[in-house]
């Protein structure tokens, strides 16, 4: 029996669709093979019911089209159907059309997978509301972050999903420079990068839907993290204050005489305002909270009582009783004139602690007026003094995460997580047992923890079996990339190799490929140098405008945090608590690279962030010996193999299979059929409650050699820069020039080498 179970848009009530005489076919589809970026989801093929009185009741009627009914088609609603029992679809059920005439609904019910994509739509990524990682910028704090200790705002524990790295962001630091005061690094110049793992999970979270994962939580990818505000030059803090201060009352100045104007009236039923309080309404003064650039724009509306003619009077800004500079000077020339002053400074470098205030002087012989408010020309004005802007990142500020932020990026969520599904080949499937939970491993590793299942007895073998080679899935070239970026390194290495820092290019051997096999990506690469007088290495964002060191806009980057590492004897560098203006000396740096670096040096045993690991920039001092662990070995060297070794092969066959197969059934099932171990790519037209046979279409597990028809493995890098590897046997032996190549290493002298000073 077939029961397919509709649950109501709101409450989530149960109800037993009527099915009448319709039979139900689903089309089961794992990860297209053909487009890795893409994951195809479970769906049933239309669905026809009859008007009953069940179904008109679930559907609110959906015909009378004059009857605001309850059921929306714009919404989807959750959906089950069992076959005796077993539990062969989960998912969501969407009204396709009504028919009057026959009287019948047409729906469709479509997997958790596809569902994902729907939910986040154009959501953005700095649409989350992050608000629970706000946390107060400040040298503790930042340092803290590097022991995994982020002290946030409100509850939230301290974590580590916040890490400040050190990047030049435009403020010119140099290996000389960093351990002297002049150079030393201020946290208001640093911004935040957050835990790529904590962004996915706040996403998916958010779309109603949990992870289970084996991989994510490794330290491959819990260490992982993306650089924020990638167009700021520091952090963004909520502590930008702000005011618009006018007058009460009308002020009156006589000859010769110099007074503060009388800023006090901080009402907003006037359309004023005092944010953080940092104006003296008594004093008629502005208290500097933070030190840094402003700009202060102030507006006087001034009355000529009386006057000798070519005299002046001036208005100025004062800073701790000292005149700074000149707003406006005016000429008197007729009597009873009103006139309008304003002018906005926006290069006030002020200091913590700083009095602002405006004074104004009469000239001799002049008596004037300062308005509280006036109508010139038919439009009012009024006396005021504005705060226009504050510093951007300001020490013992809140680093502001909520929805809106200007740190998080702009990209759509759905983007950031086919680009992280995408770099490491992952596929998502649907829990059977736990709702709404997503299963997501890397292919490879999903499919060798796979069970091994026997079909050989349910093969149809009546029906035609098709073996076929995986040439319709085969492209011309593979082609794995970050995209281009502005700052100095990438910017440089473009330029300099015509290709992107991170990238991975080769061509798949054979004659009937077509395309290239590429991944979408928001990323670009983080590409640190290292400092010229000890081993520190800093990314560096910013590029040379006439020798001077200018912030550029960059892409979000992914990169590793590996701890804090200790830098060679006599090397330090120093950082500046500007609340306390203390300087202290430090020789350990928090060490983010594209390496996450276990120890000191990187090893054979270290991975690499990029798709393909090689010796570039000056990393001689870094790298004792260069590690295979790489993203296009982990993730993507073995799955490739399935479809393009010349063993490759794909089968279209006809089983036997019982409503339990389906229920029980996961794309990693090992299915031997005779004397070979297949995956299941895809079932289609699965006809629930009836007892035909069904196509299926299997790919051959294929073990040994690798994609690139090579049949050697690089197990390890040397010191001396050669390279080791072993045959599909395990046993030594001497690389060829294709091997190697095809590693983006050089071949020289019947040798493969990592390291030959390249870059």
């Known amino acids: 029996m077939v029961q397919l179970i509709a649950y109501t848009q709101v409450g989530g009530s149960p109800t037993y669709l009527d099915l009448g005489d319709v039979s139900i076919k689903a089309t089961y589809s794992s990860k297209e093979i053909q487009d890795v970026t893409k994951q195809k989801s479970d769906f049933t093929h239309n669905i026809t019911l009859p008007f009953s009185q069940i179904n008109n009741d679930f559907f609110a009627h959906y015909y009378e089209v004059n009857v605001d009914g309850s059921y929306r088609a714009d919404i989807k609603a959750a959906c089950s159907i069992y076959v005796d029992s077993n539990l062969t679809f989960e998912g969501y059920i969407q009204l396709l059309k009504v028919d009057t005439l026959n009287e019948n609904y047409t729906a469709i019910c479509f997997g958790d997978v596809a569902n994902l994509a729907t939910e986040l739509g154009e959501a953005k990524l700095n649409d989350l509301d992050l608000s629970k990682y706000n946390h107060i910028l400040s040298q503790a704090n930042i340092e803290n972050g590097w022991n995994g200790l982020t002290e946030y705002v409100g509850s939230l524990v301290d974590g580590d999903e916040i890490l400040y790295p050190i990047i030049d962001n435009g403020a010119g630091y140099s290996g000389i420079t960093l351990n002297t005061n002049a150079g030393a690094i201020k946290p208001s110049n640093l911004r935040p990068s957050i835990k790529v793992k904590t962004l996915l999970d706040e996403i998916v979270n958010n779309a109603g839907y949990t992870i289970n994962s084996t991989f994510l939580n490794t330290d491959t990818f819990t260490k992982q993290y993306m650089t924020l505000g990638g167009d700021l030059k520091g952090s963004a803090t909520n502590n930008l204050d702000g005011f618009k201060v006018g007058l009460t009352a009308d002020q009156s100045l006589s000859s010769n005489a110099s007074a503060t104007v009388e800023f006090d009236n901080e009402a907003s039923a006037s359309g004023y305002y005092d944010i953080q309080g940092n104006f003296n309404t008594t004093s008629h003064s502005y208290v500097v909270p933070h030190t840094g650039e402003y700009v202060i724009s102030v507006q006087i509306a001034i009355e000529i009582v009386s006057y000798v003619d070519d005299q002046f009077s001036e208005f100025r800004i004062y800073k701790n009783g000292s005149d700074v500079t000149s707003i406006s000077s005016l000429q008197i020339g007729a009597l009873n004139t009103i006139d309008v002053k304003s002018k906005n400074y926006s290069s006030l470098s002020l200091s913590l602690g700083d009095v602002i205030t405006i004074k104004a002087t009469a000239g001799n012989g002049v008596n004037i007026k300062i308005l509280d408010n006036t109508v010139l020309n038919g439009t009012t004005y009024d006396s005021f003094v504005k705060l226009v802007s504050a510093p951007e990142a300001v020490e013992g500020g809140t680093v502001d995460l909520g929805a809106g932020n200007s740190l998080l990026p702009k990209d759509k969520q759905i983007e950031f997580v086919k680009s992280i599904f995408s770099r490491y080949n992952l596929i998502a499937e649907v829990d059977k047992t736990t709702s ?60 300099k190799n015509s290709q992107v820092y991170n990238s991975y290019k080769f061509p798949f051997y054979g004659d009937f490929g077509s395309g290239t096999l590429e991944v979408p990506s928001i990323f670009s690469s983080f590409a640190p140098e290292k400092f010229s007088n000890n081993r520190m290495f800093i990314a560096k964002h910013f590029e040379y405008n006439e020798d001077v060191a200018e912030a550029v806009k960059v892409k979000p980057k992914l990169f590793y945090y590996s701890g804090k590492k200790q830098l060679p004897p006599a090397s330090n560098y120093k950082m500046l608590n500007s609340i306390t203006d203390v300087y202290t000396t430090k020789v350990e740096y928090p060490f983010c690279h594209h390496y996450l670096m276990a120890g000191t040096l990187v090893t054979s045993t270290d991975t690499d962030l990029r798709f393909r690991s090689g010796s570039v920039l000056n990393e001689s001092d870094l790298v004792e010996s260069q590690t295979i662990n790489d993203t296009y070995s982990l993730y993507w060297s073995k799955y490739l193999n399935n479809i393009y070794n010349k063993n490759a092969r794909m089968q279209t066959a006809y089983f036997n299979l019982t409503a339990k197969d389906i229920s029980e059934f996961k794309y990693n099932d090992k299915i031997f059929v005779k004397d070979s171990y297949w995956f299941i790519n895809k079932i289609s037209s699965y006809a629930m409650g009836m007892y035909n046979s069904t196509k299926v279409e299997l790919i051959k597990i294929v073990e040994g050699a690798s994609s690139e028809s090579c049949d050697l493995t690089r197990t390890t890098s040397n010191l001396d820069g050669t390279t080791s590897w072993i045959d599909s046997e395990g046993t030594a032996a001497t690389p060829t020039a294709k091997c190697c190549e095809l590693e983006g290493l050089t071949f020289t002298n019947n040798q493969c080498w990592w390291k030959t000073g390249r870059g």
């Open 436 to 495: 709404k939970q997503l299963n997501i491993e890397p292919i490879q590793a999903y499919r060798d923890a796979g069970t091994s299942k026997d079909w050989t007895d349910k093969l149809d073998v009546s029906k035609s079996i098709v073996i076929e080679p995986t040439n319709r899935f085969r492209k011309d070239e593979l082609n794995l990339t970050d995209k281009e970026d502005e700052d100095k390194v990438n910017k440089w290495w473009q330029t």
